[in-house]
């Protein structure tokens, strides 16, 4: 507790410090010298938008044109780690990019439960990794914060109303104050009840992050602060599938009456405002994380009729990292039965509560040298760096009593190449990464990628490789707290993917492909057991992606993806999925953007993963396989200036004409995990310009 009012004050001082900045003006970031402090002031004077104007001279008429760029806004952004400059999406075509699950995953029945990719996706990450990721897609995370550059400050205000009062809220803020500070603050809060019982969701998200840079362009700071709590109740699955058959009667018309796993007890609740669950999943994550650099280069200037414009070209970096991260992982069920346990689960069950916690904290310092072989193209550089990293974990078990920890110190190496060329032909990535000290030497990863720009309608042909060595996840280690069975010493996870994607912008055509090779898979194959696969299999996967324009109004997004693994993988996954919107679109009414239709999602039949809310991990299985209808959405979509409005009737699929025109014909996302009935949902996505 102490240690998350330590971080929430850190935040809340921080915001306050960017208020207290004094108001400079804001100047464009595309402006020529691009600083306020690089321009003869002499000779300028700013709006009431802080946009630079030139003086009228003396004697001339004080009668000035109003300037039509005075309600405008130019706002850009870089990812970190990037820089690359991007503009915002103001599309409504495709509802599934506004939200946090990408359309590929398949969640557990609810908005906010655990969920996995269709895709296969290994983890291709070395080094420390604690092994929780089914709650991943609800988390902030450092390589998805947005640096802008904004000449007004901007405001997006988000809140989508679903069944079962499913809810979700968004509101994030950037301005700059002057041009050479920008503050940024996002807070996203997600709480849906479900439709079974015990299946609720309440997540909480914050980031704050700020962009610093001095006035002669030399020193340049960093800064992000995360905050994440991600809690989502654990049912373990109805107890029998039969019970869905009874839905269209009037005996049993509720989901949520249906007897569950776990959870099914009077203390179960469907209240939207209450985070408390009888078994239930909790991870929180605080992340501080602090870059400063400093530049030795060339300065130029441009001299003009009215005023010089002072340039700087860095040639040489300095660069210091230094990174504080708490995790904490819990289940926890607060009303165990164990006659439950022992059918469902092959578990004994004792006490009044059975709670699992692994604790970790990773504090790493990095330093870096950077170098910029031409002045004018700062997207081409070599880096190479040197990182300590400081592990500290702490795991109680399942009494709660019970408590030990363990040290890990690690020294790491990287080297990084980037270049794309100022004919903006090609771009090259390398970069490569070494445990070369401490618990996980010898981990490593190798990355390769060139893409080539080829013709005037920006079609690219990009091909990679990448290798990673990593040791496999802490959750398979004896010394975590959760009850997961290691079949003992573990060998270091190699995985290889070699990836080309083809893009043909002119006929809107998008190839991709991947092939795997995969030796030591580390995988869960039950409740409790872990196992690792040391012979070597592969997987393919080819996708593609193609906009059919079928009249003025009418249009055809599909999506199809084809994967097959050989050899003894130990894997589950669809061999065919697709994702198709047929939508009739335009621009009506001047101010109105329209786009409505169906959409229509389906994998094949295939035996999916199972669950362990035990260890927070989907395993593999071969005794259940899905047969599934295909999803059918119906949506409206449409925008009128900068409001953005999403209506949407889900689940169509879900009718059953036997049961006299009634939704109770589920799909499954794993065994005995239903996913939901008919659907409706509502969302405004609504910008301002301050």
């Known amino acids: 507790m102490l240690k998350n009012s330590l971080f929430k004050y850190l935040a809340f001082v921080l915001i306050m410090l960017a208020a207290s900045f004094s108001a400079h003006a804001q100047i464009p970031s595309n402006f020529p010298g691009g600083l306020s402090n690089n321009i003869d002031t002499s000779k300028f004077t700013y709006d009431s938008q802080g ?3 030139r003086k009228a001279a003396k004697g001339s008429d004080s009668l000035q044109h109003r300037n039509p760029f005075e309600d405008s806004i130019t706002i850009t952004f870089r990812y970190f780690d990037s820089t690359r400059q991007r503009k915002l999406d103001s599309s409504i075509s495709d509802f599934n990019a506004r939200m946090p699950l990408p359309a590929s995953y398949q969640e557990l029945g609810n908005f906010g439960n655990p969920a996995r990719p269709l895709i296969f996706t290994p983890n291709m990450k070395p080094g420390f990794d604690a092994g929780f990721h089914a709650l991943d897609p609800y988390r902030y995370k450092i390589e998805d914060t947005r640096f802008f550059q904004t000449t007004r400050p901007y405001t997006e205000l988000t809140y989508l109303l679903g069944s079962k009062s499913e809810q979700m809220g968004n509101l994030w803020h950037t301005q700059n104050r002057g041009s050479n500070f920008n503050f940024t603050f996002d807070f996203r809060f997600i709480a849906s009840p479900g439709a079974f019982r015990n299946q609720n969701s309440n997540h909480s998200n914050l980031r704050v992050n700020t962009y610093y840079q001095t006035k002669n362009r030399r020193y340049t ?7 994440n709590k991600l809690r989502s109740g654990e049912n373990g699955g109805i107890q029998n599938t039969s019970n869905l058959d009874s ?3 009037s005996s049993l018309s509720d989901p949520y009456s249906i007897p569950t796993r776990l959870g099914n007890t009077a203390f179960a609740s ?3 405002f209450s985070a408390s669950f009888v078994a239930g999943t909790t991870y929180t994550e605080n992340t501080f994380l602090y870059r400063h650099q400093y530049d030795f280069g060339q300065k130029d200037s441009i001299v003009t009729d009215s005023s010089t414009i002072k340039l700087f070209y860095p040639r040489f970096r300095v660069q210091h990292t230094f990174r504080y991260t708490k995790n904490t992982y819990s289940f926890q069920d607060n009303d165990p039965e164990p006659a439950n346990y022992q059918q469902y689960f092959g578990m004994y069950a004792s006490g009044d509560t059975i709670r699992y916690k692994d604790s970790w904290s990773d504090l790493t310092n990095e330093l870096a040298i950077i170098s910029f072989p031409e002045k004018n193209n700062l997207n081409q550089y070599l880096k190479v760096s040197a990182g300590w990293q400081l592990l500290q974990g702490q795991f109680d078990y399942y009494n709660g009593y019970t408590t030990y920890g363990k040290n890990y110190n690690n020294v790491y190496v990287t080297g990084e190449y980037r270049n794309r060329t100022r004919n903006q032909k090609w771009e090259v990535e390398a970069i490569g990464q070494g445990f070369v000290a401490g618990a ?3 981990d490593y990863s190798a990355l390769l990628s060139l893409k080539s720009f080829i013709g005037k309608g920006r079609n690219s042909l990009e091909m990679g490789f990448h290798n990673v060595n ?10 975590s707290s959760f009850p997961s069975l290691p079949p003992g010493s573990l060998n270091k996870e190699n995985i290889t993917r070699l990836f080309a994607t083809v893009n043909l912008t002119k006929l809107q055509i998008k190839l991709t492909g991947e092939y795997y090779l995969v030796t030591n898979y580390a995988y869960f194959d039950s409740f409790l057991t872990a196992k690792q ?7 393919l996967h080819v996708g593609a992606e193609k906009h059919f324009k079928l009249s003025k109004y009418w249009n055809l997004y599909t999506e199809v993806h084809l994967q097959q693994k050989a050899g003894d993988a130990p894997i589950n996954m669809p061999l065919l999925y697709t994702r198709d919107r047929i939508a009739f679109e335009g621009n009506f009414f001047k101010n109105l953007f329209l786009a409505t239709g169906l959409e229509f999602r389906y994998y094949t039949s295939y035996n999916t993963d199972n669950y362990s809310p035990f260890t927070g991990q989907f395993f593999y299985q071969n005794s259940f396989s899905t047969s599934n209808r295909p999803d059918i959405n119906l949506f409206l979509n449409f925008r009128i200036k900068s409001f953005k409005g999403f209506i949407r009737l889900e689940n169509l699929n879900s009718l059953e004409p036997k049961d006299g025109l009634k939704f109770t014909k589920y799909n499954f996302s794993g065994p005995y995990y239903p996913t939901r009935g008919l659907w409706f949902r509502v969302g405004i996505w609504w910008s301002f310009v301050n």
Not at 470 to 479: A, H, L
Not at 533 to 539: H, I, P, Q, R, T
């Open 470 to 479: 990593r040791t496999p996840s802490f959750v398979y280690n004896i010394g």
């Open 51 to 53: 946009r630079p104007i």
């Open 440 to 442: 996980f030497a010898g």
């Open 270 to 272: 469907r209240n939207v």
């Open 221 to 227: 700071s960093y800064f992000i602060f995360l905050n």
């Open 533 to 539: 696969s040391a012979s070597l299999f592969n997987v």
């Open 247 to 249: 839905l269209g009667s």
